[in-house]
């Protein structure tokens, strides 16, 4: 369940809709992120331009060729400012992809703590246009830094109120769409460091249990998401005082060489499945104790 700017409040109507039919016996709850979605742009991954003149071209040249072409050749940098300057007429988004920028809303994603500064701020403080700004900080970044335009969830306020709703499951996942545009396997840690360290908006008790014994317990699994004797040993061992999502990187990694978004975390001493250690200190154990569940619901 996802709060939109354009129809801010409407959530509201969904949950009275789940509460009803759950006081006639129906189980319905909904899934809620601890932020919000964000399509995650940049020169090494998609751009809002791609797709216009100038830019096709440019965006088909090695990122290090791109990076060369803006230092050095001023006439196709103002070609392209140029052409990111006009109405965007690129391709309808509909979900995570790239979309035209709101300028006031697309975020220099330079660090994890908030806040962070937008790019029509910052054009504002240089004297540029919003398209030449975010070219700009690109080339600081060496065009390695992201620039996040949520499109969900804007409303921190409601994205707060959506994870304490008794209705409400905490930053559950699909674990894989959109690989190259969101990046939200940080929604826990981000629950953690932000919500609890501080914000101080949630008990650590509170934030724990939401991401594992209230999810366990709405997919019908009563055998875990508890420290109890005799409960299946899942356990994520973490430090309170450091736990914070590392920047997202791009990796080369999918079949025929495709990019994908990844992000580790600082403070994540080990996670354990079914009591064997499969992760310590963010590498990987070898041991592969998982297996897939399915729960008496389905």
């Given amino acids: 369940s996802l709060s939109r700017k354009e129809y801010p409040g409407q959530w509201k109507m ?62 196709t940098r103002e070609r392209l400012i140029e052409v990111a300057n006009r109405p ?25 703590p908030r806040p962070h500064r937008s790019v029509g701020e910052i054009s504002r403080a240089l004297g540029v246009t919003p398209a030449e700004a975010m070219i700009e900080i690109a080339l600081e970044h060496d065009l390695k830094v992201f620039f996040r335009q949520p499109f969900a969830n804007e409303n921190q306020d409601d994205a707060l109120e959506l994870m304490k709703h008794p209705y409400s499951n905490v930053t559950f996942s699909d674990s894989g769409a959109h690989v190259s545009q969101i990046m939200d396997s940080s929604l826990q840690t981000h629950l953690l460091s932000h919500w609890v360290r501080n914000e101080e908006a949630l008990s650590l008790e509170e934030a724990v249990r939401m991401i594992t014994y209230d999810t366990a317990t709405s997919w019908g699994f009563h055998d875990r998401g508890l ?36 992000q580790y975390a600082d403070g994540m001493l080990a996670t354990i499945v079914a009591g064997e250690v499969v992760l310590k200190e963010n590498q990987h154990t070898g041991a592969l104790p998982g297996k897939l569940l399915r729960g008496p619901l389905y």
């Fill in 14 to 75: 969904f949950y009275d809709l789940i509460e009803k039919e759950n006081l006639k016996g129906a189980r319905i709850f909904t899934q809620v992120h601890s932020r919000e979605i964000n399509s995650l742009l940049s020169f090494e991954t998609s751009t809002p331009f791609d797709n216009c003149e100038v830019w096709l071209d440019f965006r088909k040249m090695p990122l290090d060729a791109q990076l060369e072409t803006l230092k050095n050749d001023l006439v």
């Fill in 88 to 112: 965007y007429k690129g391709p309808t988004a509909f979900g995570a992809e790239p979309r035209p920028p709101e300028w006031d809303t697309l975020y220099v994603m330079d660090r994890i």
């Fill in 227 to 262: 420290l109890r004797e005799g409960m299946v040993a899942d356990i994520t061992v973490f430090n309170p005082e450091t736990i914070e999502p590392q920047m997202p990187t791009v990796a080369h990694d999918l079949p025929s060489g495709a990019k994908r978004l990844k």
